[in-house]
């Protein structure tokens, strides 16, 4: 068996991998990407693409029908799709094999596993690197209940394979990928409950936020079921059935969206001396595993699942892998955002978190009503949410319908360690929903100068003038 040589061989090529890759060969480096599958993972092919062109088609059809647009009937379910595989599509051509290649990567559409330490076998193929970097992301979980393997259901590696809007859709899970496709098949015409075993849509959110949203729902008409804990799912004459303590409730189809797990099987880990648990593969700051010459990122090395994180993280182990030093490959704080209308976004530290921390801070909130973007498109719903100590920012929730767009903001001004008076000196752009933040951060700098010491100083100053 002949041996193909490389400065870096990256193994998956979903947002972490593409990254590697591309970073070490414009470094110069000598790069073989390898994907069992197809080139783009997750985000291009099931997750962030088709997502968020779904939302995109409910949310016109949804503001058609609330203005009074759409005269009669429903959306053409299959037009919708189609509109999706569009999307896919466009995001697809910028990342190919061909177009890979022709940066000078060395694609192959292969499995591959690690023979020994330093050894990696792909298509049957041996190929050794000077170091190799695991960007395998992940795969759905199921929860352990019974009858749940045994009966048909969707997640979201399929989801967007439907060629008919189910009448009935139940969705088991109510994080970001439950409550945005919920969301989505609702406005587009399906009747879509909700079941969670946690007592509040988005756990992870600000609580405000959660509750905003869960009211949003329930005026859509999307059926709520929360503090669920579901003993039994069965198959039934008239679709899936669904048992927990309050009862049943009976679908045409089974959204299960409960989480997904690192992708480590068939890796070969063990040859090469590195470990993983179920919670991914074990990694240093630097995204190094216990093989020095091996690094991870992205999903499966257990981080936080987000398509941004593992992009960044992907530069980094491509970097470290290749030069001296290195990097950290792992931040706290991310900014984040869930896709509903209105769309639901953080950063930095929550508000409880910023009060264990630090015990006494400030927590400054608008509604997004008070915005005038916001009563140009009738977007009302909302809030802007700033935590602050002492004028520095430390965290930040948004609920807006371009939440996901101001956010960045915060998270520059959180990066560059920036305060309130920062943010309120910044002129934005008027109408946009983004001058929220600056009227938010401009009557928070303001409050300061009108208690305790500072009002006194103002005052006296005043008077001098």
């Known amino acids: 068996m002949s041996t193909d040589s490389f400065d ?21 480096a000598s790069v073989l990407l390898v994907e069992a599958e197809r080139v783009g993972g997750d985000c291009t092919w099931t997750g962030c693409v088709p997502s968020k062109a779904l939302i995109h088609a409910a949310a016109v059809a949804h503001r058609a029908r609330r203005s009074g647009w759409l005269a009669a009937g429903e959306p053409d379910f299959g037009a919708v799709m189609e509109q999706v595989r569009r999307a896919i599509d466009r995001v697809y051509q910028w990342e190919t094999p061909e177009r890979l290649r022709e940066l000078g990567i060395d694609v192959r559409i292969a499995s591959a596993h690690f023979r020994d330490r330093s050894t990696l076998i792909a298509g049957g193929q041996e190929v050794r690197a000077r170091k190799y970097v695991v960007c395998t992301g992940a795969v759905p979980t199921l929860p352990a209940i019974p ?14 394979d439907l060629k008919q809007l189910p009448r009935r859709l139940l969705v088991l899970g109510g994080g970001p990928v439950g409550a945005e496709l919920a969301q989505a098949f609702a406005r587009l015409g399906s009747r879509v409950t909700v079941l969670d075993a946690a007592e509040v849509l988005l756990p992870g959110a600000d609580p405000e936020a959660s509750r905003v ?15 669920a804990l579901v003993s039994r799912i069965e198959v039934a004459t008239d679709g899936v059935v669904l048992h927990d303590g309050s009862g049943s409730i009976t679908g045409d189809q089974l959204l299960v969206a409960t989480g997904r797990r690192p992708r480590i099987d068939g890796l070969g880990l063990e040859n090469a001396g590195i470990r993983a648990s179920a919670s991914g593969i074990e990694v240093d700051q630097r995204l190094r595993t216990t093989n020095p010459n091996v690094y991870a990122a992205g999903d499966v090395a257990g981080s936080l699942q987000f398509t941004h994180y593992a992009a960044w993280q992907g530069f980094v182990a491509a970097r470290n892998a290749l030069f ?3 990097g950290r490959g792992t931040r706290g704080g991310l900014p984040w955002a869930v896709f509903t209308d209105p769309v639901v976004a953080q950063v930095g ?20 009503a008070r915005v005038d973007r916001a009563q140009t498109d009738e977007s009302e719903i909302g809030f802007i949410k700033l935590v602050a100590r002492k004028g520095r920012l ?13 956010v960045n903001e915060l998270a520059l001004a959180l990066n560059a360690r920036l305060g309130l008076r920062e943010l309120a ?18 009557e928070a700098s303001l409050g300061l100068w009108t208690t305790g010491w500072r009002r006194r100083v103002a005052s006296l100053l005043r008077t001098r003038k």
């Open 147 to 160: 009858g749940l393997t045994e009966t048909p259901h969707l997640t979201y590696l399929d989801v967007f």
């Open 425 to 442: 000196e910044t002129i934005h752009v008027y109408p946009t929903f983004g001058i929220g933040i600056q009227q938010l951060a401009s």
């Open 324 to 326: 001296p030093g290195g």
């Open 349 to 368: 530290l929550g508000e409880k978190e910023a009060r264990d921390r630090y015990g006494e801070i400030q927590v400054h909130r608008l509604d997004v």
């Open 8 to 28: 870096l061989a990256v193994i998956g090529a979903g947002s972490a991998g593409l990254v590697a890759a591309t970073t070490a060969r414009r470094l110069g």
């Open 213 to 227: 949203l869960a009211d949003v729902f329930a005026a859509e008409g999307v059926g709520l079921r929360l503090g």
């Open 394 to 406: 430390l965290g930040a929730s948004i609920v807006s319908a371009d939440a996901g767009e101001m």
